[in-house]
């Protein structure tokens, strides 16, 4: 494994850790044991001492380098008012050393270094790392490119973040503080490499051309870098020797040496040609008036569209080239370049009717690799496929010429279907008659979104539908159903509803296609029609037809036995989860389904998607069926058969630490829970599950603590008395602790304090609000940046105003919490956090929540001191006349709002997954309300209905208030009356 070159007892005990993280049963125990050792001293150094040793093997230096960008990636930032686990003197050595390490280890364990250089620059360059440019230019050598490309490779993740970013006075100083140290040195580097790699072809030295090669596409990158923000001076000037340079390597065919060998893998010079397009798209779009290459950049890439082959290597090339070509013809300026009918002719025989045409490579994706290939149609970027780049340039087209560009691809669509009734192969006929298809999309669309679809056209839709693809969705047809799937789909807004009506039971037969990019398509567009076209709460479509679709959905799930396979079918859930939404309810059916894909994820969880989806639909279907659907009653009894179903299942995904289910279990057992009644105690596995779910360990994970406070907030919501009672309310507290203490979760940290406060009795509170409040004081008065002393201050002030419209007996338990920690401080806080921050304040739930807590604090309240009456009244006057102006400013959706949804008219995006949010739509409930019994009465409302009563409690106060804040009561006043304060 290893020899006496790893000498200190240090090394050898981590590489041997780091062995056993390649041994699948050995991997989560070995991998938590690198993670605790994360803040020991020196263990940054010693991985990068096991990844820059040479006699290490290795695979174990490949598991070194990735564990280390990983613990960079959580790391490295420094987070105010946590504990950093780098050290100082640890980043200093990393920083050091880093550099000289990278260039010297190979090219796999170069590109996991480069990602953690990148990683550090973004929160250390320029400020922090100012020797990082230097200790670049000194390695650069005019002679090792074996050293130059190591540096190069460095470099590129450092200057790549600038694409990025908003524009700035920081990031142009940035910029231009390392032109000047880093931008000299490569200019000559970039010559000399030119240089070489011209001799390099001439001699037919492979070896070296290729070395070269490499320089010139990390080159071309860099450069991309440097001038996607602006156009710097330096290469300003320079154009002269930079874009002779980049157009002589957009030559189709340059030299063999640089060719690959492989018909999927793009050669160097295929990625540099990419970038090269890519940055004269940049100089096209911003930099015109500057740029005196265009006509001879324009003529290489039309050339280069000719002349690269159809191979799947060369896609992203042409696409590229292709989106360039859309760019220049977009520009009015242009126009005379194009406008000659044998200009457009050849633009639309020579590049876009050939890239609208399947390949021998298409037709073996779509049979060998079918999720792949629906997720090209789906999900790829526009520039990544060459169908999308061709379908733009169309529209670039249009956009200048629109009625000779139209005429002449309506006759080619003609042509082409001509072509196919007349083929002499099903293979060719499919070919010309897809091809026709995807021009007619191009041609006809005429204003899309990708959510809703196309929602003009220039063309008949319809009438192409009927006369060419209603047969193709009649049978089964391979490629050509997928077209006309996919025509559905795109001009489903042309389509009646009565045509959809008709459509949707030959759609729903192609899901018991055996090509799997079939029936992923046809589940794509039911899933539409199933939330555009047709609403839940109407009943519009019948119960059989749901029933049959379910049927066939369920049969994809079920035919399926390895992980990887079933966890490809998340469109399929998804379209299951749209027939939960519009009421069929076969408990049985549906949970067999859905348990049966999870029971082989769990082994080897893959797609989020897949996960998401899967819980989406246990929980919709314990909604539907214990709160009512459009088409069941409701039945709360009905979740102890979902309960008995789940909880045996869940218990062992906690035991085990699945953390991609963890989230998930979490939510819907709180969603379970929630339909017992209140004060009628635990069941018993409630009562089993709730020691697990106190262990801190298990807040570790920060993706499962918004789901874990959910589910606590639900135990104190049943039982709370029972917690108290069995002393579980200590550790709860202690979980509050943990939260609070980071700047991550101290947001949730209040949801749970909302919660404890609301749900245990004041008697049982007593004896922790003095320790509470101190936590909260000491981390209100700690060190931060303006913006998290904010946030943190607003968190504080909601929870503020929520415990004085809850707190029993009155408000005066939460002002003597105050005192208890020191008398005096609660007029402090008041005055210099609460009053001055209120105004920041986002959301109609919080800002009701506070206005009616600081009304009844001053209703009711005997405690208030004399000197902050009239601040208080003046400041939640004004609070409350400002409440209109805040409809939810902060644009949150009804479900992260924390507003109850309306599972029958949810918009389908609010029931998706998304990256780093794992909230279940369908487990959602209301926000904890303070005050149930003023359901309806907003915060300005309650104000003026007690004003009289504060008045008459403060009345000189009052008085002066009225007098001196006058505008504000006539405003709040007519906000009331008009049911907007």
């Given at each position: 494994?290893?020899?006496?070159?790893?000498?200190?007892?240090?090394?050898?005990?981590?590489?041997?850790?780091?062995?056993?993280?390649?041994?699948?049963?050995?991997?989560?125990?070995?991998?938590?044991?690198?993670?605790?050792?994360?803040?020991?001293?020196?263990?940054?150094?010693?991985?990068?001492?096991?990844?820059?040793?040479?006699?290490?093997?290795?695979?174990?230096?490949?598991?070194?380098?990735?564990?280390?960008?990983?613990?960079?990636?959580?790391?490295?930032?420094?987070?105010?008012?946590?504990?950093?686990?780098?050290?100082?003197?640890?980043?200093?050595?990393?920083?050091?050393?880093?550099?000289?390490?990278?260039?010297?280890?190979?090219?796999?364990?170069?590109?996991?270094?480069?990602?953690?250089?990148?990683?550090?620059?973004?929160?250390?360059?320029?400020?922090?790392?100012?020797?990082?440019?230097?200790?670049?230019?000194?390695?650069?050598?005019?002679?090792?490119?074996?050293?130059?490309?190591?540096?190069?490779?460095?470099?590129?993740?450092?200057?790549?973040?600038?694409?990025?970013?908003?524009?700035?006075?920081?990031?142009?100083?940035?910029?231009?503080?390392?032109?000047?140290?880093?931008?000299?040195?490569?200019?000559?580097?970039?010559?000399?490499?030119?240089?070489?790699?011209?001799?390099?072809?001439?001699?037919?030295?492979?070896?070296?051309?290729?070395?070269?090669?490499?320089?010139?596409?990390?080159?071309?990158?860099?450069?991309?870098?440097?001038?996607?923000?602006?156009?710097?001076?330096?290469?300003?000037?320079?154009?002269?020797?930079?874009?002779?340079?980049?157009?002589?390597?957009?030559?189709?065919?340059?030299?063999?040496?640089?060719?690959?060998?492989?018909?999927?893998?793009?050669?160097?010079?295929?990625?540099?040609?990419?970038?090269?397009?890519?940055?004269?798209?940049?100089?096209?779009?911003?930099?015109?008036?500057?740029?005196?290459?265009?006509?001879?950049?324009?003529?290489?890439?039309?050339?280069?569209?000719?002349?690269?082959?159809?191979?799947?290597?060369?896609?992203?090339?042409?696409?590229?080239?292709?989106?360039?070509?859309?760019?220049?013809?977009?520009?009015?300026?242009?126009?005379?370049?194009?406008?000659?009918?044998?200009?457009?002719?050849?633009?639309?025989?020579?590049?876009?009717?050939?890239?609208?045409?399947?390949?021998?490579?298409?037709?073996?994706?779509?049979?060998?690799?079918?999720?792949?290939?629906?997720?090209?149609?789906?999900?790829?970027?526009?520039?990544?496929?060459?169908?999308?780049?061709?379908?733009?340039?169309?529209?670039?087209?249009?956009?200048?010429?629109?009625?000779?560009?139209?005429?002449?691809?309506?006759?080619?669509?003609?042509?082409?279907?001509?072509?196919?009734?007349?083929?002499?192969?099903?293979?060719?006929?499919?070919?010309?008659?897809?091809?026709?298809?995807?021009?007619?999309?191009?041609?006809?669309?005429?204003?899309?979104?990708?959510?809703?679809?196309?929602?003009?056209?220039?063309?008949?839709?319809?009438?192409?539908?009927?006369?060419?693809?209603?047969?193709?969705?009649?049978?089964?047809?391979?490629?050509?159903?997928?077209?006309?799937?996919?025509?559905?789909?795109?001009?489903?807004?042309?389509?009646?509803?009565?045509?959809?009506?008709?459509?949707?039971?030959?759609?729903?037969?192609?899901?018991?296609?055996?090509?799997?990019?079939?029936?992923?398509?046809?589940?794509?567009?039911l899933d539409v029609q199933l939330t555009q076209i047709f609403k839940p709460a109407a009943g519009e479509v019948a119960a059989s037809t749901l029933a049959e679709i379910a049927k066939h959905l369920g049969a994809v799930i079920m035919r399926e036995s390895t992980a990887q396979l079933v966890q490809e079918h998340d469109r399929v859930l998804r379209t299951l989860l749209r027939c939960l939404q519009h009421g069929y309810g076969d408990v049985q059916a549906v949970m067999t389904v859905v348990m049966h894909g999870l029971n082989l994820a769990v082994t080897n969880p893959a797609n989020p998607k897949f996960h998401h989806n899967a819980f989406e639909c246990i929980s919709m279907l314990v909604r539907q069926v214990c709160s009512g659907g459009p088409r069941t009653p409701a039945n709360p009894a009905a979740v102890s058969q979902f309960e008995s179903f789940l909880l045996p299942v869940f218990q062992p995904l906690i035991t085990n630490d699945v953390e991609e289910f963890m989230p998930y279990a979490f939510q819907i057992l709180a969603q379970t829970l929630s339909y017992h009644a209140p004060g009628a105690g635990l069941p018993e596995a409630y009562e089993t599950l709730l020691s697990m779910l106190l262990m801190p360990k298990l807040w570790d994970a920060q993706g499962s603590v918004p789901a874990l406070v959910g589910l606590v907030q639900q135990y104190l919501s049943k039982a709370a008395a029972q917690l108290v009672q069995r002393n579980q309310l200590q550790p709860i507290l202690g979980i509050f602790q943990k939260l609070l203490s980071s700047r991550a979760t101290d947001a949730f940290a209040f949801d749970l304090l909302q919660a404890i406060v609301f749900h245990v009795d004041a008697s049982a509170m007593s004896a922790f609000r003095k320790p509470l409040f101190t936590m909260?004081?000491?981390?209100?008065?700690?060190?931060?940046?303006?913006?998290?002393?904010?946030?943190?201050?607003?968190?504080?002030?909601?929870?503020?105003?929520?415990?004085?419209?809850?707190?029993?007996?009155?408000?005066?338990?939460?002002?003597?919490?105050?005192?208890?920690?020191?008398?005096?401080?609660?007029?402090?806080?008041?005055?210099?956090?609460?009053?001055?921050?209120?105004?920041?304040?986002?959301?109609?739930?919080?800002?009701?929540?506070?206005?009616?807590?600081?009304?009844?604090?001053?209703?009711?309240?005997?405690?208030?001191?004399?000197?902050?009456?009239?601040?208080?009244?003046?400041?939640?006057?004004?609070?409350?006349?400002?409440?209109?102006?805040?409809?939810?400013?902060?644009?949150?959706?009804?479900?992260?709002?924390?507003?109850?949804?309306?599972?029958?008219?949810?918009?389908?995006?609010?029931?998706?997954?998304?990256?780093?949010?794992?909230?279940?739509?369908?487990?959602?409930?209301?926000?904890?309300?303070?005050?149930?019994?003023?359901?309806?009465?907003?915060?300005?409302?309650?104000?003026?209905?007690?004003?009289?009563?504060?008045?008459?409690?403060?009345?000189?106060?009052?008085?002066?208030?009225?007098?001196?804040?006058?505008?504000?009561?006539?405003?709040?006043?007519?906000?009331?009356?008009?049911?907007?304060?």
């Amino acid at each position: 494994m290893t020899d006496s070159s790893l000498a200190d007892p240090r090394l050898v005990e981590i590489a041997s850790i780091l062995q056993r993280t390649l041994d699948p049963n050995l991997q989560r125990a070995a991998t938590q044991e690198l993670h605790d050792r994360e803040t020991v001293p020196e263990f940054p150094q010693l991985l990068l001492q096991i990844i820059a040793a040479p006699t290490v093997e290795y695979t174990f230096r490949f598991a070194a380098v990735v564990f280390f960008k990983n613990l960079v990636k959580r790391n490295w930032e420094i987070v105010e008012g946590e504990q950093q686990k780098i050290s100082l003197a640890d980043r200093a050595a990393v920083k050091a050393a880093i550099v000289d390490i990278m260039i010297a280890v190979p090219t796999q364990l170069q590109l996991q270094l480069s990602e953690a250089v990148g990683i550090i620059a973004s929160f250390d360059f320029p400020a922090n790392w100012m020797e990082l440019i230097d200790q670049l230019v000194n390695k650069l050598s005019p002679e090792n490119y074996v050293i130059n490309n190591g540096v190069l490779q460095t470099a590129h993740p450092i200057f790549k973040r600038w694409r990025s970013k908003y524009r700035t006075d920081d990031l142009f100083s940035e910029i231009n503080f390392t032109i000047d140290r880093f931008c000299p040195a490569y200019l000559a580097i970039f010559q000399e490499t030119d240089s070489r790699l011209t001799a390099a072809i001439a001699s037919g030295d492979a070896a070296n051309a290729k070395l070269y090669m490499q320089t010139m596409l990390l080159m071309a990158k860099i450069y991309y870098s440097f001038i996607i923000q602006d156009l710097p001076d330096f290469f300003d000037q320079h154009q002269s020797i930079y874009w002779p340079v980049f157009i002589k390597y957009l030559q189709p065919n340059l030299s063999p040496l640089l060719d690959s060998d492989s018909d999927e893998d793009p050669s160097d010079l295929d990625k540099m040609q990419t970038v090269v397009c890519e940055i004269a798209n940049v100089f096209c779009d911003k930099y015109t008036e500057d740029w005196k290459y265009m006509g001879e950049v324009v003529q290489a890439t039309w050339v280069l569209l000719t002349k690269t082959s159809t191979a799947r290597k060369h896609d992203i090339l042409v696409s590229r080239a292709m989106a360039l070509l859309t760019t220049v013809v977009r520009r009015p300026a242009h126009r005379a370049n194009f406008e000659a009918q044998d200009t457009l002719a050849a633009i639309v025989q020579q590049i876009v009717v050939p890239n609208l045409t399947l390949r021998e490579s298409d037709e073996d994706m779509f049979e060998d690799e079918p999720f792949d290939f629906v997720r090209a149609d789906l999900e790829g970027s526009d520039a990544d496929t060459r169908r999308r780049s061709a379908a733009d340039l169309v529209k670039g087209l249009l956009d200048q010429f629109e009625v000779p560009v139209r005429t002449l691809c309506v006759q080619w669509i003609d042509s082409i279907m001509a072509q196919s009734a007349k083929a002499g192969s099903a293979k060719e006929a499919t070919r010309a008659k897809d091809a026709a298809v995807a021009l007619f999309m191009a041609v006809a669309t005429k204003s899309q979104l990708s959510s809703t679809g196309v929602s003009a056209t220039d063309l008949d839709a319809v009438d192409f539908f009927v006369k060419h693809l209603l047969a193709d969705l009649q049978t089964e047809q391979g490629l050509l159903t997928v077209a006309a799937l996919k025509y559905v789909h795109m001009f489903r807004q042309q389509l009646t509803k009565q045509q959809h009506m008709e459509a949707m039971p030959l759609i729903a037969r192609h899901l018991t296609s055996p090509s799997n990019a079939v029936l992923t398509w046809a589940a794509v567009v039911l899933d539409v029609q199933l939330t555009q076209i047709f609403k839940p709460a109407a009943g519009e479509v019948a119960a059989s037809t749901l029933a049959e679709i379910a049927k066939h959905l369920g049969a994809v799930i079920m035919r399926e036995s390895t992980a990887q396979l079933v966890q490809e079918h998340d469109r399929v859930l998804r379209t299951l989860l749209r027939c939960l939404q519009h009421g069929y309810g076969d408990v049985q059916a549906v949970m067999t389904v859905v348990m049966h894909g999870l029971n082989l994820a769990v082994t080897n969880p893959a797609n989020p998607k897949f996960h998401h989806n899967a819980f989406e639909c246990i929980s919709m279907l314990v909604r539907q069926v214990c709160s009512g659907g459009p088409r069941t009653p409701a039945n709360p009894a009905a979740v102890s058969q979902f309960e008995s179903f789940l909880l045996p299942v869940f218990q062992p995904l906690i035991t085990n630490d699945v953390e991609e289910f963890m989230p998930y279990a979490f939510q819907i057992l709180a969603q379970t829970l929630s339909y017992h009644a209140p004060g009628a105690g635990l069941p018993e596995a409630y009562e089993t599950l709730l020691s697990m779910l106190l262990m801190p360990k298990l807040w570790d994970a920060q993706g499962s603590v918004p789901a874990l406070v959910g589910l606590v907030q639900q135990y104190l919501s049943k039982a709370a008395a029972q917690l108290v009672q069995r002393n579980q309310l200590q550790p709860i507290l202690g979980i509050f602790q943990k939260l609070l203490s980071s700047r991550a979760t101290d947001a949730f940290a209040f949801d749970l304090l909302q919660a404890i406060v609301f749900h245990v009795d004041a008697s049982a509170m007593s004896a922790f609000r003095k320790p509470l409040f101190t936590m909260l004081l000491t981390r209100l008065s700690a060190p931060g940046s303006p913006a998290n002393k904010l946030k943190f201050s607003l968190a504080f002030t909601q929870f503020l105003g929520f415990y004085f419209a809850c707190a029993q007996p009155s408000p005066d338990v939460v002002i003597d919490a105050f005192n208890q920690v020191q008398p005096g401080v609660f007029t402090q806080i008041m005055t210099h956090v609460v009053y001055k921050n209120m105004s920041h304040m986002l959301g109609r739930i919080p800002r009701r929540i506070v206005c009616i807590g600081f009304t009844r604090m001053l209703a009711e309240s005997s405690q208030v001191p004399g000197d902050l009456v009239q601040p208080s009244l003046v400041e939640i006057i004004r609070f409350a006349a400002h409440l209109q102006a805040d409809v939810n400013k902060s644009g949150a959706s009804a479900i992260e709002a924390g507003a109850e949804v309306d599972m029958q008219e949810a918009d389908l995006d609010e029931l998706a997954y998304k990256a780093g949010y794992s909230k279940l739509a369908a487990a959602g409930e209301k926000a904890l309300d303070p005050v149930p019994q003023l359901a309806g009465v907003s915060g300005g409302k309650y104000l003026m209905t007690r004003w009289p009563e504060v008045a008459a409690k403060y009345p000189q106060q009052a008085a002066a208030v009225q007098a001196t804040n006058a505008s504000d009561m006539e405003v709040l006043k007519q906000a009331v009356e008009q049911g907007l304060a």
